[in-house]
C-alpha cells in the first residue's frame, strides 16, 4: 500500500476532521473526494455494521441537484426508471444509461418538489452529463451541485440510535423516503436508506460547516448502543449482492447484465436515454450476467480483489469483478461478469497473478 | 496521511508494476486510475526532472479514440480551438467546454488521420461526454478508449536519452508533432509533449501488456544521463505556471478565467459547445482571473495546498488553488483564482488553517 491524502484535485468531505480524529487508515478515490475506507479494525468495523451501529462518511455521495420548469422531464429523459410515480418525499433507486445502454450510474433520485430533484450519485460526473443533456435539449433547468454530504448509519441498532436524536418519528419512514429534520440548528434531510442490506439511515448534512457538529452528536447518542466509525463495508456488500457501479461494470455494462432489470421500464418514452438500445438489447438478448463465485480455496485472505479474467475449459469467458474473504459463508466469494453461457454449478477458475483458482458459479445475492 | 491501493474501482496503469518495483510511495486517483505520485525523494526527483531526465507513469493520461466520417466535426465540435488547420501526425493543446463555457478539460488533441483523433485528456469522463453529445447531434462516429498508456520522458537530458533508444530523427520533431515508432515490437507513438516547461517526450505505448517492457528498455538507456523515476511535478508546473485541470478549477471556471484566451477561437461555427456563452463572457469580461501569490513568510514547507480562501481587506475575494515552497524562487507561491478587481502588486491574506499569511499578488509564470 501507498500512501494517499487531499491535494487540489482531491478534495475532502465536511465530515474529513471528525474521521481524521475518528483514526482513518485507508482512503478511497470517489468522485473527486477522499472516502475513507479503513480505520485499522477491519473484523470490529465488519462486527458494528452486522450486529450494532456504524457511522460512515459518505459525503462524497454527492447531489446534482435539478430544478425549473423542465425538471422533471430532465430528471426522466436520464432514467431508464419510470419516475412518473414517485411521490415527494420518496426516492427511487434508479439506472442511468447512455444513448447506447451502458450504464453510466445509479443513484438514489430525491423527489424534493414537483421541479425539484436530488440525484445522489455513484462515482461518476453526473452533474456536466445533466448539464450536458439540458443544454442539447434546450431545457428550462438550473443544474446544481448543493451543499449537501451524507452521513450514513448503518446496522440493526441505527433505528434506535437515530430515533434518539430525532425522535420516534424516523421509525415510520418507509425504505428510501425521506424528511426534513434539524438538530441544534443543523439543518439536514432523514433518508431510510444506505448501502447495506443491514438497514438505517442516509442523514443528508445540508451545511457543510457543520459535519463535525452532526457527526459528534451521532457519536454521542450511539454510545449506549456501541456505535463506531466505519465505511461502506465491500464485505457485507459482496455478501449481499449489491452493485458497485464502475467497481463491477465497465464502459459498456448494461443494467440487464448486472441484474438491474427490475428497474428499467421499456415503456418509457423514445426520447429517455438509453431506452431504445435497452430494448434492443432486450430482444437479442444480453451478452453477459453477473453471478456469484464461490472458490474452492477457503483460506481466509485480508483486502479485497481487483479484476481477474476467468476461464472455462481454458477458454476466457469473463471476469472477476470484486472478491473477499466471507466471514459468514466461511467462504473465498466474489462477482462476475460472464458470458450467458456459463450457469450457477458451473465450474470455472479465476486467473489470479498467475494462478488459476478453481470454483463454482451460483446466483447472487450469497446471503 | 492514510494509505491507498488498486481496487475495483481505481485501475492500474501498465507501468504499475515498474512503478512498484521502483519504490512507489504515494499516488494520487487521476481517472479513475492510479497516478504515482512520490518515489520518497522529493528533491531528487525534482532535480532530475531540472537538470536531468526523468521517467514518468502517466498512463493515467487516458485517450478518448474518435474515428469515422463525423469525427473531424464531433472533434471541432469538442474543442473551443480551431482544429481545421490542425495536420495528420500533430497535436494541439485544446480547451473543452460545456454550454455555459465552464471548462470540461484541457486535453492535447492528436490527429492520427482525416477521421481519426485522440484526446489525450485530464481528469474528467470525457469518453462519456464525447459518447453522449455525438449521440444527442446524430453523429456517424464510434467513440472508444484505445489500449492507450503514455509514458513520459521530461527533462533536458529527456531528448538524449529518446534519441539513443528511437533513433536521432527523434531530435527533429516539433513541439506537439507526434510519429510512429516500435522497440522490440513494442508499439508505440512518439510526441514531443508533457506536463513540464523542462522538455522531453511521450511515448504513448499502444500495447498494455508491454508496460513493464518499455518502462525497462528506458531505464537502461537512460542510465548514462542518470534517468530515475518521477511524477509531474507540482512544484516545478507551478513555478512554471501550468494549469491543472479540476486542480486550480472548479465547475464553473471558464478559458478566460485560467489564461487560456490563445487558445479560444470565437469566430468558430455557433454549433461548436460553449462558443456562444464564450463569446458573452469575453464581451462582458470574466469576473475572475488567475494570478500568483508570493507569500511574505519564506519557511519552506513540504508537500503542496489545497484549496485555501483569499482575503484583502478583510473581505474574501478568492481562493489559493495551489501552492508550494518553490527552490528556485526560495519562497512559498501558488496560483489564486481571484475577483479581476485584484492586481499584480496587490496584498491580500491567504486563509490557511485559521492563520491569515500575507502576500502579494503577480503575474504567472513565476519562471
Redesign the interface.
Request: charged share 20%.
Given at each position: 500500500?501507498?500512501?494517499?491524502?487531499?491535494?487540489?484535485?482531491?478534495?475532502?468531505s465536511p465530515f474529513y476532521e471528525a474521521t481524521v480524529m475518528e483514526g482513518?487508515?485507508?482512503?478511497?478515490?470517489?468522485n473527486?473526494m477522499l472516502m475513507p475506507v479503513?480505520y485499522g479494525d477491519p473484523a470490529g468495523e465488519y462486527g458494528r455494521l452486522l450486529n450494532g451501529v456504524s457511522l460512515w462518511d459518505v459525503g462524497v455521495q454527492r447531489q446534482v441537484q435539478i430544478e425549473g420548469p423542465d425538471a422533471a422531464r430532465l430528471t426522466q429523459i436520464l432514467c431508464v426508471r419510470d419516475m412518473s410515480n414517485c411521490f415527494i418525499n420518496q426516492g427511487k433507486y434508479v439506472p442511468m444509461c447512455?444513448?447506447?445502454g451502458a450504464l453510466?450510474n445509479d443513484p438514489v433520485v430525491l423527489k424534493l418538489d414537483d421541479n425539484l430533484f436530488w440525484l445522489s450519485i455513484a462515482?461518476?460526473?453526473m452533474?456536466?452529463?445533466a448539464?450536458?443533456?439540458a443544454?442539447?435539449?434546450g431545457f428550462d433547468v438550473k443544474v446544481t451541485?448543493p451543499d449537501v454530504s451524507p452521513l450514513a448509519v448503518q446496522g440493526p441498532k441505527a433505528e434506535d440510535v437515530v430515533a434518539a436524536v430525532f425522535g420516534d418519528w424516523v421509525r415510520t419512514l418507509k425504505f428510501f423516503w425521506f424528511a426534513d429534520a434539524q438538530i441544534e440548528n443543523i439543518p439536514l434531510k432523514i433518508a431510510r436508506s444506505g448501502y447495506s442490506k443491514q438497514g438505517g439511515f442516509e442523514l443528508y448534512l445540508c451545511d457543510g460547516s457543520r459535519g463535525t457538529d452532526l457527526w459528534n452528536i451521532m457519536r454521542e447518542a450511539g454510545a449506549p448502543w456501541g456505535i463506531g466509525p466505519g465505511n461502506p463495508s465491500p464485505v457485507e456488500r459482496i455478501e449481499s449482492g449489491l452493485l458497485?457501479y464502475?467497481?463491477?461494470t465497465d464502459?459498456d455494462t448494461n443494467p440487464f447484465e448486472v441484474r438491474l432489470d427490475r428497474y428499467v421500464n421499456l415503456d418509457l418514452d423514445d426520447e429517455v436515454?438509453g431506452i431504445r438500445a435497452l430494448r434492443r438489447i432486450r430482444e437479442e438478448g444480453p451478452k453477459r450476467h453477473q453471478l456469484g463465485v464461490v472458490l474452492d480455496d477457503a483460506t481466509p485472505v485480508p483486502g479485497?480483489?481487483?479484476?481477474y479474467d476467468v476461464t472455462a475449459d481454458g477458454r476466457k469467458v469473463g471476469s472477476m469483478?470484486?472478491g473477499c474473504w466471507s466471514p459468514r459463508l466461511e467462504a473465498l466469494i466474489g462477482f462476475v461478469l460472464i458470458s450467458r453461457d456459463c450457469k450457477p454449478g458451473d465450474r470455472v477458475e479465476v486467473l489470479k497473478h498467475g494462478t488459476l483458482m478453481p470454483g463454482t458459479l451460483r446466483e447472487l445475492p450469497f446471503i
Open positions: 500500500m501507498a500512501e494517499i491524502g487531499p491535494n487540489t484535485r482531491l478534495r475532502t482513518v487508515t485507508a482512503f478511497s478515490p470517489y473527486k479503513s447512455d444513448h447506447q453510466l462515482d461518476n460526473n452533474l456536466m452529463w448539464r450536458g443533456i443544454a442539447e435539449r451541485e458497485s464502475g467497481g463491477d464502459n436515454i479485497h480483489a481487483i479484476w469483478t470484486n
